[in-house]
T-cell receptor, first 112, second 115 residues
Framework: GEDVEQSLFLSVREGDSSVINCTYTDSSSTYLYWYKQEPGAGLQLLTYIFSNMDMKQDQRLTVLLNKKDKHLSLRIADTQTGDSAIYFCAERIYGGYQKVTFGTGTKLQVIP | NAGVTQTPKFQVLKTGQSMTLQCAQDMNHEYMSWYRQDPGMGLRLIHYSVGAGITDQGEVPNGYNVSRSTTEDFPLRLLSAAPSQTSVYFC??????????????FGPGTRLTVT
């Protein structure tokens, strides 16, 4: 079955780069997503990458995908205190709308 | 647009009580889902709908019912609340771009405690 794993916690200093990692198990994934959840709020889609891509850049965000190792990462450049949140990766496998699995989330703490 | 709205924000129930969590979206999205979020676990899919009148079970459907009589509304009913249903519940809506990205938009959540 599908399984998406993330480390639970990451702490970085303001201005540094953050790298949040995710591993997944299902090789039939089509899209991989990164969501951000601020305290008391729902999930907000940050970016996504199609499974036949290696990298996607969107302003301060860089997504890297290593399909061979089933490893996904999200790099946030120049991390700000407003980036403090929980970050979820999610994998969508072939088969329709409901075929998405979320990771457990990584809590990013940005130290001023 | 208000996006996806959920009511109530907080709810406390006694074991055995029933209630309905409301979810509405004003983006004319055809797809809607209910998830629960528990500590140390990712979001788990309870039920979903691919259009008005069409619903199906997700990963953890037991103890919950849904219906989708309109495109906008997707209520989640707890039939007889149990402490194991203590969780944060999120409703999401989605549309399908070309290629099947199914970008999901989430509501703010309902925090439910069952005593």
């Amino acid at each position: 079955g599908e399984d998406v794993e993330q480390s639970l916690f990451l702490s970085v200093r303001e201005g540094d780069s953050s790298v949040i990692n995710c591993t997944y198990t299902d090789s039939s994934s089509t899209y991989l997503y990164w969501y951000k959840q601020e305290p008391g709020a729902g999930l907000q889609l940050l970016t996504y990458i199609f499974s036949n891509m290696d990298m996607k850049q969107d302003q301060r965000l860089t997504v890297l995908l290593n399909k061979k190792d089933k490893h996904l990462s999200l790099r946030i450049a120049d991390t700000q205190t407003g980036d403090s949140a929980i970050y979820f990766c999610a994998e969508r496998i072939y088969g329709g709308y409901q075929k998405v699995t979320f990771g457990t989330g990584t809590k990013l703490q940005v130290i001023p | 647009n208000a996006g996806v709205t959920q009511t109530p924000k907080f709810q406390v129930l006694k074991t055995g009580q029933s209630m309905t969590l409301q979810c509405a979206q004003d983006m004319n999205h055809e797809y809607m889902s209910w998830y629960r979020q528990d500590p140390g676990m990712g979001l788990r899919l309870i039920h979903y709908s691919v259009g008005a009148g069409i619903t199906d079970q997700g990963e953890v459907p037991n103890g919950y019912n849904v219906s989708r009589s309109t495109t906008e509304d997707f209520p989640l009913r707890l039939l007889s609340a149990a402490p194991s249903q203590t969780s944060v519940y999120f409703c999401a809506s989605s549309y399908s771009r070309t290629g099947g990205t199914y970008e999901q938009y989430f509501g703010p959540g309902t925090r439910l405690t069952v005593t």
